[in-house]
């Protein structure tokens, strides 16, 4: 009898303590898309993967042409990433995404990088075009921490979005495969500055090289 009541009593406290874990297991996190970022939607995440915060901004010409925000509960592989970018024809877009670990810590809505207008010596090709893998580049002053020269490409499925070149932060040199804007998938490489820091021919022939293949393959 003595046995069977501390049977009992050990099982009350698994259970309490189970109980206890579970609370400690999951915590609530803001939720949303797009417009709906504007209230204060939530939703439960596991404490293992946390909550995360993402924002994009496309400006054109200075004006905001598109704006793409999400929030809600992470993978549990989260990786922070901020970059931006400022192309040809005007055309700029800053990216942040934020991963954090602690109830409603993705509620407040955080700014997209901040663009200096302070020149910082490199000068980079830049152009910016929707329809082929080719453009006619004009010179770009680079400002603030836009310190690299980039590529980029843009693709929709095998449909080819957009081509670009011009200034960005070196986060955005590494991009293979990132989605952006909902749907877009781009690739990014670093290349040759006109003026303002070394120069990276093996980087620019690889990248060419990549280029190349992927209109192929279109």
Do not use: W
């Not at 406290?13 to 609370?23: I, K």
């Not at 709906?36 to 909550?51: A, D, F, L, M, Y």
């Not at 749907?183 to 990248?207: E, H, K």
């Amino acid at each position: 009898m003595l046995q069977s009541s501390g049977l009992k009593s050990l099982l009350a406290v698994c259970v309490l303590a189970a109980s206890a874990f579970s609370t400690v297991e999951r915590y609530p996190c803001t939720q949303c898309l797009l417009d709906e970022c504007g209230t204060n939607r939530q939703t439960i995440c596991k404490t293992s993967h946390g909550c995360f915060s993402n924002k994009q901004e496309l400006n054109t010409s200075g004006q905001r042409s598109e704006l793409f925000q999400q929030k809600g509960c992470s993978s549990s592989t989260c990786v922070p990433l901020s970059f931006s970018a400022t192309l040809g024809n005007e055309k700029t877009f800053a990216f942040g995404h934020q991963c954090c670990a602690a109830a409603q810590c993705n509620r407040e809505l955080f700014p997209a990088l901040q663009k200096s207008s302070d020149s910082n010596g490199v000068t980079c090709r830049a152009c910016f075009n929707e329809t082929d893998l080719s453009c006619h580049p004009t010179p770009l002053t680079c400002t603030g921490v836009e310190t690299k020269c980039v590529e980029v490409v843009g693709t929709a499925g095998k449909i080819l979005v957009l081509y670009g070149m011009g200034c960005a932060t070196e986060a955005a040199c590494s991009l293979r495969g990132a989605e952006v804007l909902g749907s877009l998938r781009i690739n990014a490489y670093c290349v040759d500055p006109i003026s303002g820091s070394r120069p990276l021919a093996p980087i620019l022939s690889s990248t060419l090289t990549g280029l190349f293949l992927l209109k192929v393959s279109l």
